[in-house]
């Protein structure tokens, strides 16, 4: 367990979730753009037949343009939200997994420490949504 109280989401494999065997939160290391459009692929087809939003908060470049080209995939279901454009707080993303609104919530390389990593676990069981922490090894965009 890392003794920092912020940690950098980098630094945090998916052996360190808050809770082992969480199944509300999941970190997943991507390693390339082709392995990140599979896994936005993989989450999207995983949670579209709930007929719920699918909120993607800071995709990486192109990666969602696969998703465009599917015909299974009614893409007017998913948000994209670019914190560079739209400021997004810990607790805007708290709200949308207790809500209970979206089907998954995706964020892409969020540093959080270990504390807000345990409440995001809480409010995605609360609300019912999944939520994915995607984390590169090098940026992607």
Request: glycine fraction near 2%; include cysteine; hydrophobic fraction near 35%.
């Amino acid at each position: 367990m890392l003794e920092s109280n912020n940690i950098d989401i980098n630094q945090v494999n998916s052996k360190q979730l808050p809770s082992p065997g969480n199944t509300w939160l999941n970190i997943k290391n991507i390693e390339s753009r082709q392995q990140c459009s599979k896994q936005y692929s993989d989450i999207c087809q995983q949670h579209y037949q709930q007929k719920k939003w699918i909120l993607v908060i800071n995709p990486e470049k192109n990666a969602l343009e696969c998703l465009s080209d599917s015909t299974w995939l009614d893409t007017s279901k998913i948000l994209q939200v670019n914190t560079n454009k739209v400021k997004v707080n810990l607790e805007s993303i708290e709200k949308a997994l207790s809500k209970g609104n979206c089907a998954a919530v995706i964020l892409s390389n969020a540093s959080l420490a270990q504390a807000e990593l345990s409440h995001l676990a809480d409010c995605a069981r609360k609300g019912k949504t999944r939520c994915f922490i995607l984390k590169s090894s090098h940026t992607l965009h």
